[in-house]
């Protein structure tokens, strides 16, 4: 597929405005240049061109707002000066896998002075002797060199994808940090109404094994007065019948 009938599949039924992305990776270009890719993509801002035969880049429309270049397994060999004139912001260029065989031609990179991560991977210029140091010497605007910078240091996350998308990340990461706090706090307090009810239950069932107990001991004193009166109706009985059996005997006696 060329690159025109490409943009036009990735527009997908939007205007060239509202793209932030594109990725045009592995599609033919027109005697090695860029075609179809016009300053109408205003607000692009990610351009992959991975492997599409591009000997030169001089066709590149202004993209002020492009942060990130992806020119890998290309031929470009060089006329990198075009980048400074129409990606004014870019922070990130891949170059790996093209024909840069020396640092003459990486000379003009350096008038883009918000770059901060060169990728040249598989070039002949990294053949060259103390080719890292030379390249951070000329470049001094840079941070990464293939993805590590002049100590050695690997690149971080944040900085292998640039600005403001990383801060959205680690501000909608605090909120859901800061969302998780707040339903551990809910439980926490789900669990002390818990532990409250729970001692309810345990205070409620004690006073009912008091009240069981009081009722056994009015239960037992119940008892122990029914006892008392039974002995008092009973002596009560003997002594009715003490006189009656005096007077049987005085009969017998006559």
């Known amino acids: 597929m060329d690159m025109k009938k490409r943009i036009h599949l990735e527009l997908r039924n939007r ?3 509202d793209v932030r992305e594109l990725v045009l ?3 033919r270009s027109d005697e090695g240049k860029i075609e179809g890719l016009t300053a109408d993509f205003v607000n692009l801002e990610f351009l992959s061109l991975i492997n599409v035969g591009l000997t030169s880049i001089a066709n590149l429309p202004k993209l002020a707002k492009l942060k ?3 020119l890998s397994d290309n031929r470009i060999s060089g ?9 004014p912001n870019l922070t990130h260029l891949n170059l790996s896998g093209n024909k840069l065989k020396d640092l003459s031609t990486l000379e003009p990179l350096r008038n883009l002075n918000r770059l901060k991560s060169l990728d040249l991977f598989n070039c002949e210029v990294t ?4 080719y890292r140091g030379s390249v951070f010497k000329l470049l001094p605007q840079i941070t990464y060199l293939d993805g590590y910078d002049p100590e050695d240091r690997e690149v971080s996350d944040s900085d292998g994808e640039g600005g403001e998308e990383d801060e ?3 501000n909608s990461e605090g909120e859901e940090e800061d969302d998780d706090d707040d339903e551990d706090g809910e439980e926490e307090d789900f669990d002390d109404d818990d532990d409250e009810d729970a001692e309810e239950d345990d205070v409620s069932g004690d006073e009912e094994e008091d009240s069981g107990q009081e009722d ?3 239960d037992e004193d119940d008892d122990e007065e029914e006892d008392e009166d039974e002995e008092e109706e009973n002596k009560g009985e003997k002594r009715k019948r003490d006189p009656e059996d005096e007077d049987e005997d005085e009969d017998d006696e006559d």
């Open 25 to 27: 990776d592995n599609c």
């Open 79 to 87: 006329g990198l000066e075009v980048l400074s004139e129409k990606l």
């Open 216 to 218: 056994e001991v009015d």
């Open 168 to 170: 959205d990340e680690v």
């Open 15 to 17: 205007t060239p405005s």
């Open 127 to 130: 053949t060259l002797d103390d």
């Open 68 to 70: 990130k270049l992806e």
